[in-house]
């Protein structure tokens, strides 16, 4: 076990810069996952982890040791990859076994930490078989008990799931939970699936062109994305964003106001475009919105399109008179329409004229220029600051 920390890493190709300055500290035992669309760097910062490749500028320490300079097999850590490659001739036993040969353990050993790995894999009883006898998942797994058995201070995964079917992927979740339940080793897992860093992580580092945009644990990227990125990547369906403008006591969107004073805001002032988000399941029904603390005012809506999907259902609703549900417009951004999800006894149809609220607790501000986070929830920030206010008496 051992923490690991990045410092200023940054990894230039010629003209592409694959990582930018990315600083971090991950604590003994953690399991934190990079995540961001493919080609932010997340391959690229594991691998200076890794020492496959080596940064241009910046330290890697694993434990108290600066590592930078070492080679893979000097660093305690163990890498599992996207494709498995077992091979072939050998059966389970031996795939297992195989760096730890190339190591001369003991054949003693090497039996106690195989079986040991394949009973925490739970691939007890397959150790004969051949890879061309095993699921995928099982494939997968055997990847996974060849990384235990070497016994890393640092487990390194690399989209180990992506090519195992959406059921399986599921369930291989759960297992590796269990699995760093059982080990407390550190690792550190790469994914473009938002879902999967989500469902599994301690934290959650957000990646965007080579730059950490976020580093927390999942729930509080969900609820305080650190900015406009990391609150679209984080979630899905998407936040709805609305661009939006400061004025005088309320922000200003195309189609809606929302009571607002500019005033109590950091950093932005009347006359600043704001970006406005909103998540599908913060937006109401007025008619279903008693239980809100904090609405705001009623927002005139025609639903578009219904999706059911069983335990929610997404309403695309269009907010301007004559706004076309147009393909090419991605509502999470277009200013006009508004993803709403509701419950599946929820009585509504297409081609309705209808009323929706947003939760005023739910909505997150987000500087237009820089598209850095201004603040989440905006609960009590209408009206002037009171105690702020000069008194009548005075
Ligand atoms: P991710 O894992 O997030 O998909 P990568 O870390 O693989 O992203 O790549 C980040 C960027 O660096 C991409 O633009 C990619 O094309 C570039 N890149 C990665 N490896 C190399 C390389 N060996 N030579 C040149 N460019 C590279």
Redesign the pocket.
Known sequence: MARVQLEHIT?R??D?T??DDVSMEIEDGEFVTFV??????????M?TVAGLTQPTEGQVYIGDDDVTNLAPKDRGVAMVFQNIALFPHMDVFENISFGLRLRTYDDEEVHRRVEQAADIVQLEGMLDRMPDELSGGQRQRVAIARAIVRNPDVFLMDEPLANLDAKLRVHMRTELQRLHRELETTIIY?T?DQAEAMTMSDRIAV?NE?RLQQLAPPLTCYNEPANRFVAGFIGSPSMNFIEGELVDGSLETANFTVELDAARLPKVAVGDAVTLGIRPEDVHLTAYADSLAAPTEPIDAKTDVLEPMGDEVFVYLLLAEGAAGSMEEDPATSPNQLLMSVTPDTEIEADQDINVVLDRSKIHLFDAATGEALVHGITGLEGPESGTAPTEAE
Do not use: R
Not at 36 to 45: A, F, M, R, V
């Open positions: 990894k190709y010629d592409v694959a990582v961001g669309p493919s080609g932010c760097g997340k391959s690229t910062t691998e790469v473009h990646l080579g």
